[in-house]
């Protein structure tokens, strides 16, 4: 079997909520716990953060994986979805798992995982901790796949959990309303275990202290301690923040959203040093070389851990920008920062997935561009016929084609140096374009 055969196998004929929506999705831990236990509970090898939320929880992941890594550990990153290639979703120090392990995995453990019948995630999320396992990781940094409660990965039980903010996503799977998906998120939050939220508001906070005071675990919400005093984006393209214990950094991760998501880096950062992470060798380790450390890990996140397409400019003369941004709240970010953007033109490749809240996005998006609608390699793609009707009832002037690489290839014609193209509005759409740019 080739890795290429082993993705597929993967891809195809395991259920993929990523590929199917709904029904590719499992509720549920028991397959999991089939999994972990076959592999004889390899999480338990390792301590771990786990990291849930609607928006920015990748962005974060990244940020606190990086942090360690520069530190000296040796560190886990189980993060998703992939972009370009499956192996992105499990990292050890910023390297992707070997096509190797993939292919052995796959021909060695089929016969006992497939009466099982796991979900992509389920059988991923295995893949991962036995990996981590047999390479003697310090941390692991868990993306949580969906939701959080009913998760594969909330069989950890991490040292620190991180919950960046509510809003109404998979809703036809975790609730209708915020302290629904609130309760679902919220449960990753264990026993004992300290928590950091990144935003609350007054519907979901009620549920985080609840289920806090339930489970006697310290709660901290990041937006009451206000680590960031300012942000600023700079003529290099970095974004300069001034904190009230690091002082100025930088951090190259550059959207609208990324000072929410860096104060409630810090404040997580903050807990871990407390607890003895991050500090290894105090003795040796004054608070200012700690904090040379922390910014730079800031500075250099991408090429330490492989992050992509969080506001990512790919080239210049025309600019072009991709983000993966896929939800209204994500959306209310970058449609302002879009609009905001100075340039002679903007044009927008733009894509969703069937199941998003389509309406509510595309009445965030900018006026004042020219939209190339199209889709993403998804069978839950919605068709770009469709979203240039949206658009037009919304004023957005555009035409439609039918892959991302045509869509993109139109909106490069005849862009000239002051020209601005975004691509985005979904995560395959994103996917598909850095596959013919990596």
Request: aromatic residues 10%; contains cysteine.
């Given at each position: 079997?080739?890795y290429?055969?082993?993705?597929?196998?993967?891809?195809?004929?395991i259920?993929?909520?990523?590929k199917?929506?709904?029904?590719?999705?499992?509720?549920?831990?028991?397959?999991?716990?089939?999994?972990?236990?076959?592999?004889?509970?390899?999480?338990?090898?390792?301590?771990?953060?786990?990291?849930?939320?609607?928006?920015?929880?990748?962005?974060?992941?990244?940020?606190?994986?990086?942090?360690?890594?520069?530190?000296?550990?040796?560190?886990?990153?189980?993060?998703?979805?992939?972009?370009?290639?499956?192996?992105?979703?499990?990292?050890?120090?910023?390297?992707?798992?070997?096509?190797?392990?993939?292919?052995?995995?796959?021909e060695?453990?089929?016969?006992?995982?497939?009466p099982?019948?796991?979900?992509?995630?389920?059988?991923?999320?295995?893949?991962?901790?036995?990996?981590?396992?047999?390479?003697?990781?310090?941390?692991?940094?868990?993306?949580?796949?969906?939701?959080?409660?009913?998760?594969?990965?909330?069989?950890?039980?991490?040292?620190l959990?991180?919950?960046?903010?509510?809003?109404?996503?998979?809703?036809?799977?975790?609730?209708?309303?915020?302290?629904?998906?609130?309760?679902?998120k919220?449960?990753?939050?264990?026993p004992?275990?300290?928590?950091?939220?990144g935003e609350?508001?007054?519907?979901?906070?009620?549920?985080?202290?609840?289920?806090?005071?339930?489970?006697?675990?310290?709660?901290?919400?990041?937006?009451?301690?206000?680590?960031?005093i300012?942000?600023?984006?700079?003529s290099?393209?970095m974004?300069?923040?001034?904190?009230?214990?690091?002082?100025?950094?930088?951090?190259?991760?550059?959207?609208?959203?990324?000072?929410?998501?860096?104060?409630?880096?810090?404040?997580?950062?903050?807990?871990?040093?407390?607890?003895?992470y991050?500090?290894?060798?105090?003795?040796?380790?004054?608070?200012?070389?700690?904090?040379?450390?922390?910014?730079?890990?800031?500075?250099?996140?991408?090429?330490?851990?492989?992050?992509m397409?969080r506001?990512?400019?790919?080239?210049?003369?025309?600019?072009?920008?991709?983000?993966?941004?896929?939800?209204?709240?994500?959306?209310?970010?970058l449609?302002?920062?879009?609009s905001?953007?100075?340039?002679?033109?903007?044009?927008?490749?733009?894509?969703?997935?069937?199941?998003?809240?389509?309406?509510?996005?595309?009445?965030l998006?900018?006026?004042?561009?020219?939209?190339?609608?199209?889709?993403?390699?998804?069978k839950?793609?919605?068709?770009?016929?469709?979203?240039k009707?949206?658009?037009e009832?919304?004023?957005?002037?555009?035409?439609?084609?039918?892959?991302?690489t045509?869509?993109?290839?139109?909106?490069?014609?005849?862009?000239?140096?002051?020209?601005?193209?975004?691509?985005g509005g979904?995560?395959?759409?994103v996917?598909?374009?850095l596959?013919?740019?990596?």
């Amino acid at each position: 079997m080739t890795y290429q055969e082993a993705t597929e196998y993967l891809f195809s004929q395991i259920p993929n909520y990523e590929k199917q929506g709904a029904t590719g999705y499992k509720e549920g831990l028991e397959t999991t716990l089939a999994l972990d236990e076959h592999f004889g509970h390899p999480h338990q090898a390792f301590r771990s953060i786990h990291i849930a939320g609607t928006n920015g929880k990748g962005s974060l992941s990244h940020l606190i994986a990086a942090e360690f890594q520069v530190s000296g550990y040796r560190v886990g990153l189980y993060t998703s979805p992939h972009l370009v290639d499956f192996r992105e979703r499990i990292r050890v120090n910023g390297t992707p798992i070997e096509e190797d392990y993939v292919v052995k995995f796959v021909e060695e453990e089929k016969a006992f995982f497939e009466p099982l019948n796991p979900s992509f995630f389920e059988l991923t999320t295995a893949m991962a901790f036995k990996y981590f396992k047999e390479k003697h990781v310090d941390i692991a940094v868990i993306e949580v796949g969906l939701g959080g409660r009913l998760d594969c990965t909330n069989i950890i039980t991490p040292i620190l959990s991180v919950i960046t903010n509510i809003s109404l996503d998979h809703t036809q799977l975790l609730g209708n309303s915020l302290e629904q998906i609130a309760f679902e998120k919220g449960g990753i939050i264990k026993p004992g275990v300290p928590v950091v939220i990144g935003e609350a508001t007054p519907e979901t906070r009620a549920v985080f202290d609840a289920l806090a005071a339930e489970k006697k675990s310290p709660i901290h919400y990041a937006e009451d301690e206000q680590e960031i005093i300012s942000a600023k984006l700079t003529s290099e393209g970095m974004m300069h923040y001034t904190a009230a214990h690091l002082g100025d950094f930088e951090c190259e991760l550059t959207g609208d959203f990324q000072p929410i998501n860096m104060n409630t880096t810090v404040v997580a950062i903050h807990q871990l040093v407390d607890m003895g992470y991050l500090a290894d060798c105090i003795e040796e380790k004054n608070k200012m070389l700690i904090a040379e450390e922390m910014t730079n890990a800031f500075k250099n996140v991408t090429k330490i851990t492989g992050l992509m397409a969080r506001w990512q400019t790919i080239r210049e003369n025309p600019k072009v920008i991709c983000d993966t941004g896929h939800n209204p709240a994500a959306w209310n970010y970058l449609g302002k920062q879009l609009s905001a953007l100075k340039c002679n033109e903007l044009r927008i490749v733009f894509g969703m997935v069937e199941d998003k809240d389509i309406y509510s996005v595309m009445a965030l998006l900018p006026k004042n561009a020219k939209y190339y609608f199209t889709k993403g390699s998804t069978k839950r793609a919605f068709p770009e016929t469709s979203l240039k009707i949206f658009g037009e009832q919304m004023g957005l002037n555009g035409e439609c084609y039918p892959t991302v690489t045509e869509a993109y290839e139109a909106a490069m014609q005849g862009a000239t140096s002051e020209d601005v193209i975004f691509v985005g509005g979904s995560t395959y759409v994103v996917a598909d374009f850095l596959k013919t740019r990596i």
